[in-house]
């Protein structure tokens, strides 16, 4: 198998599981109009030993995200695998509008940091999904 269907593979599986966890059963704008919380997912992938770099080199951008009005708080995921580290940030907003508070108008593109290139090693994703549930335990 080469590189580019392992990382095909390896997309369509993210999508699906990030699909199943967090169901898109209605577009952006009708979940914003129904009061429903926006989930927006950043996956973006770095070479492993640069990974605890790129995670300090993200913190502002992480800050930023938080401090964007309409915020309602964000989570990091790492997962290393081989010489290869993906970075999921899902970042809680209280609608598509405050998402774009954030993100801009065109919205549904990565919001990249000066240096991402330096770091990422594929073209990052952002997804949109609508929250459906939610349960967490202190």
Do not use: C
């Not at 000066?114 to 459906?132: A, G, I, M, N, T």
């Amino acid at each position: 198998m080469t590189e580019i269907s392992r990382r095909r593979i390896m997309v369509v599986t993210f999508s699906l599981v990030a699909a199943a966890a967090v169901s898109a059963v209605a577009p952006p704008r009708a979940a914003a109009a129904n009061g429903a919380k926006i989930a927006r997912i950043f996956r973006g992938q770095t070479l492993t030993a640069k990974a605890d770099e790129y995670e300090r080199y993200i913190t502002p951008g992480i800050e930023k995200i938080l401090a964007t009005p309409g915020n309602q708080g964000v989570t990091v995921l790492r997962r290393a695998e081989g010489d290869r580290t993906e970075f999921l940030v899902v970042s809680y907003w209280e609608s598509i509008d405050a998402v774009k508070r954030f993100a801009g108008e065109d919205y549904q593109k990565p919001v990249l940091l000066p240096r991402d290139r330096e770091f990422l090693v594929d073209e990052p994703s952002v997804f949109h999904y609508q929250v459906k549930r939610e349960d967490r335990r202190p």
